[in-house]
C-alpha cells in the first residue's frame, strides 16, 4: 500500500463524452497551502463547553444538534496542526473508517464545522470562533489537497477515484461554501471550494464516466443520488449552464435507470430496505428542495410501493419486522414504532405528505412530539458522541425540515399495508437479473421469499418470513449467515440459502398442478406450488402453500437438516410433541416429531412425521428496542429426504 501521507499524483485530465465541455482541458485547480493560510505553527485549541448546555434552550427539531455541540471541541481540537502533510487531517476516527489520512470521506465534518461556527443560537458560544474557523480552515485545506486532478477524491486507497467520497464531497463542500459565505469568512478558501465543487461536477456529472454511470442500471444508488443533491445545491451557489444541463441529464438518466422494475433502487445490485430508506430517501429530498421541483416523486411512489410489501407490523404495536434475508447490503430487521431522534431517515419523512404509504416508516408526530419534550425535561447532562458515533449527515438534514405523520395517519398506513389490508394474494415482484421477489398472503398467513440469481453473496435465498395476522412474525431469515437462515443446511455446512435458486411455479402441488410462467404467478389465488433447485443439484425442494400453511418436502445429495429461524415471545408456549415446554432464551432438545408455538389463540405447527433428534438454540439477536422478542434456532435433521409441515390452528 502506498504511503498513507502522500499525495495524490497531480495531472491534467480531459474529460470526454460531457456534452458542451468535450475536449476542454480541465486542470486541478491551485490550492492554497494551510500552512501558509493559518500562519503555520500549532493552532488555538477551542475552548470546550463551561458546564452542559440547557435542553430547554433547544428547538424540538434541532434537539438534535445537542449531542454534536457538546462533542465539538473534542472532534475540532484533534484535527492535526502540524506543519506537515497532515496539517489539517481530522483525526481521532471520529467518522468513517478506513482512519487513514487518505481516506476523503473522514474530512466531511467540515460542514459540520462551518455550521456550528455561523449558527446564531442561544446555546452556540462557538459562533464566530476565531479558535474552530483556524481550524475548519486548516480541515478544509487538507480535504481539497485529497481532490485528484480529474475532480474525484479517494476512499479506500489513495489512488482510488471514489464515486461515494466524490459524491459526498459534493454535498458537504457545498454547503461548508454556503455557511462560509453567509458568514463572509475565508473568501479565498471558499474560491478554492467553489473550483474544487466545479471540477467534481465535470467529473461527476460525465455521462461517460462508468464509475458512476453503468449502462442500463445505476449501482448503489444512494451515492449517485447524493453526488446529484450535492451538484444541485453547488449549482444554486454558483450557477453553470453547461453543468445543470449535465445535471437535468443525469437526473432523468437516475430516474429511468436506479430503480429494478421489482420497485427498489439498487444497493447494489439488489434490493436494500435500509439503504433505500435511511440514505437514498433523504438525498432525493435533498435534490428536489436545491432544484425546487420533486422530479423523483414518481420514482418515490413506486419505491414506497414495494416498501410496503418488505414490512408487516407486530399486532401488539411493538413495531415492523422486514424482509432481511432479501437485502443485498445492509439489513433492516426491525424498526421501532419511536426511533432515536438522532438518526438519519427522518428527513425522508417530509415524503410523507404527499406518499402516503411511506408514513409506516416514520413516528407519529405525537410520539416524537412527546420523545422530545422528555428529552428536553431529562435533568442528566446532554451526552457526548463517541469516535464513530459522530454521522455527519444527521445535523446535515435538519434544516431540510421533516414531515412526520400523525398518529392517525401512520394507523392508517399500518392498516393499508398489502399483509394486513388483503387475505389472499400472490405477489411477484421480478428484476431482469432472474431476481424473484414472493410475497404470498393467505387467510392465516403472509410469506417472504427470495428466488433465482442472488445479486451477491449476503443475500440468502429461499423462504424469509412467516407471520401471522392476528399473532405477528413466526419465523424470521437472517442475512450473511448460514447459521440464521430459514434453510436445509447439509452435513457439511453448505446450505440452499447460500446458492442461486431457479425456481418453477404451478397453480396446485408440484407436477399435479399445472406450470405457471413468472409473469402468471400473481395470478393464482388457490394453492401455489414451488419448486427451487440449487446450481450445484444438491438441494430441491418442493413446496406447497395452501390456507393453513405449508409444506417443504426436500432431498438433499447429503444428510441435512431443517432449520427454522423461529422468533419468539417471553410469554410464548412453546412445546415439543412430546408435551415437554422448551424455555425462553434457553437450549432444549428432544426427541420428537414436532414442536408448536402458541402466542395467544394462534398456533403454529412444525411436524416433521418421524421422531427425529431436534434442537432449539437462542441466538444473540432480540427485535426492537425493548428486546421484546428473541430469535431462537431450531434444527431438524431429515438425513437425505424430509418433509417439514407448517401449520397455523
Request: proline share 8%; net charge negative.
Amino acid at each position: 500500500m502506498a504511503d498513507a501521507g502522500a499525495r495524490p499524483n497531480r495531472r491534467t485530465v480531459i474529460i470526454g463524452g460531457v456534452a458542451g465541455l468535450a475536449g476542454l482541458a480541465l486542470s486541478r485547480p491551485a490550492y492554497a497551502d494551510p500552512v501558509t493560510v493559518t500562519g503555520g505553527g500549532p493552532l488555538a485549541r477551542l475552548a470546550p463547553l463551561s458546564g452542559t448546555p440547557a435542553r430547554t434552550a433547544f428547538a424540538a427539531a434541532e434537539q438534535r444538534y445537542a449531542s454534536y455541540l457538546v462533542t465539538l471541541a473534542d472532534m475540532v481540537n484533534d484535527i492535526d496542526d502540524s506543519d506537515g502533510e497532515l496539517r489539517g487531517f481530522m483525526a481521532g476516527g471520529w467518522w468513517r473508517t478506513p482512519v487513514q489520512p487518505f481516506n476523503a470521506r473522514i474530512m466531511e465534518h467540515v460542514a459540520t464545522l462551518a455550521w456550528f461556527h455561523g449558527a446564531d443560537r442561544p446555546w452556540n458560544p462557538y459562533r464566530h470562533d476565531p479558535a474552530l474557523l483556524a481550524r475548519l480552515d486548516a480541515a478544509i485545506g487538507y480535504y481539497l489537497r485529497l481532490q485528484h486532478d480529474d475532480g474525484s477524491w479517494p476512499e479506500y486507497a489513495p489512488d482510488e477515484r471514489s464515486r461515494a467520497a466524490t459524491a459526498f464531497a459534493l454535498g458537504y463542500l457545498s454547503k461548508t461554501l454556503h455557511e462560509l459565505r453567509a458568514a463572509d469568512v475565508l473568501p479565498e478558501r471558499g474560491a478554492e471550494i467553489s473550483a474544487a465543487l466545479h471540477l467534481a461536477m465535470t467529473w461527476f456529472l460525465d455521462p461517460a464516466n462508468t464509475g458512476v454511470w453503468q449502462d442500463g442500471m445505476v449501482e448503489f444508488a444512494n451515492q449517485p443520488a447524493a453526488g446529484l443533491a450535492g451538484s444541485a445545491k453547488a449549482l444554486n451557489l454558483d450557477p453553470d449552464a453547461g453543468l445543470r444541463r449535465l445535471l437535468d441529464d443525469r437526473i432523468a438518466y437516475f430516474a429511468a435507470h436506479a430503480q429494478s422494475p421489482a420497485g427498489f433502487l439498487y444497493e447494489p445490485r439488489g434490493m436494500d430496505i435500509a439503504y433505500n430508506l435511511n440514505v437514498t430517501l433523504t438525498e432525493l429530498h435533498e435534490v428536489h428542495t436545491e432544484v425546487g421541483e420533486p422530479v423523483f416523486l414518481p420514482l418515490v411512489r413506486r419505491l414506497a410501493d414495494w416498501l410496503t410489501y418488505t414490512v408487516v407490523p407486530e399486532p401488539d404495536g411493538a413495531g415492523l419486522v422486514s424482509f432481511a434475508s432479501g437485502a443485498a447490503r445492509t439489513p433492516m430487521y426491525f424498526l421501532d414504532p419511536v426511533t432515536p431522534d438522532r438518526q438519519q431517515r427522518d428527513l425522508g419523512s417530509v415524503f410523507s405528505r404527499s406518499v402516503p404509504d411511506l408514513r409506516v416508516f416514520y413516528p407519529a408526530r405525537e410520539e416524537r412530539d412527546a420523545q422530545r419534550t422528555a428529552w428536553a425535561a431529562d435533568p442528566a447532562p446532554v451526552p457526548a458522541l463517541a469516535p464513530g458515533d459522530t454521522n455527519p449527515r444527521i445535523p446535515a438534514n435538519i434544516p431540510y425540515g421533516e414531515g412526520f405523520p400523525t398518529r392517525r395517519q401512520r394507523d392508517v398506513a399500518i392498516a393499508g399495508l398489502p399483509a394486513v389490508r388483503f387475505s389472499r394474494f400472490t405477489e411477484l415482484r421480478a428484476d431482469p437479473q432472474d431476481q424473484h421477489y414472493v410475497f404470498l398472503r393467505r387467510p392465516s398467513y403472509y410469506l417472504q421469499a427470495f428466488l433465482g440469481t442472488r445479486p451477491n453473496g449476503v443475500v440468502r435465498a429461499g423462504l424469509g418470513l412467516l407471520w401471522h395476522p392476528d399473532a405477528g412474525t413466526f419465523v424470521h431469515g437472517g442475512q450473511n449467515s448460514n447459521a440464521e437462515c430459514w434453510a436445509t443446511v447439509l452435513a457439511n455446512g453448505g446450505t440452499d440459502g447460500a446458492s442461486n435458486l431457479t425456481p418453477s411455479y404451478f397453480a396446485g402441488p408440484v407436477g399435479a398442478g399445472p406450470a405457471v410462467e413468472p409473469g402468471r404467478v400473481s395470478a393464482v389465488r388457490g394453492d401455489l406450488g414451488l419448486r427451487w433447485t440449487t446450481t450445484g443439484g444438491n438441494v430441491t425442494v418442493e413446496a406447497l402453500f395452501t390456507d393453513a400453511g405449508l409444506v417443504r418436502g426436500i432431498t438433499t445429495s447429503l444428510d441435512a437438516s431443517e432449520q427454522v429461524p423461529l422468533v419468539l415471545r417471553p410469554d410464548d408456549d412453546v412445546r415439543w410433541s412430546t408435551g415437554a415446554s422448551v424455555a425462553f432464551g434457553a437450549p432444549a432438545a428432544a426427541t420428537a416429531t414436532a414442536l408448536a408455538i402458541t402466542r395467544g389463540d394462534v398456533t403454529l405447527t412444525v411436524g416433521w412425521g418421524a421422531a427425529a433428534d431436534a434442537t432449539v438454540t437462542p441466538a444473540a439477536r432480540t427485535y426492537f428496542l425493548d428486546a421484546s422478542r428473541r430469535l431462537h434456532l431450531l434444527r431438524v435433521p431429515h438425513g437425505r429426504a424430509g418433509r417439514i409441515a407448517y401449520t397455523f390452528s
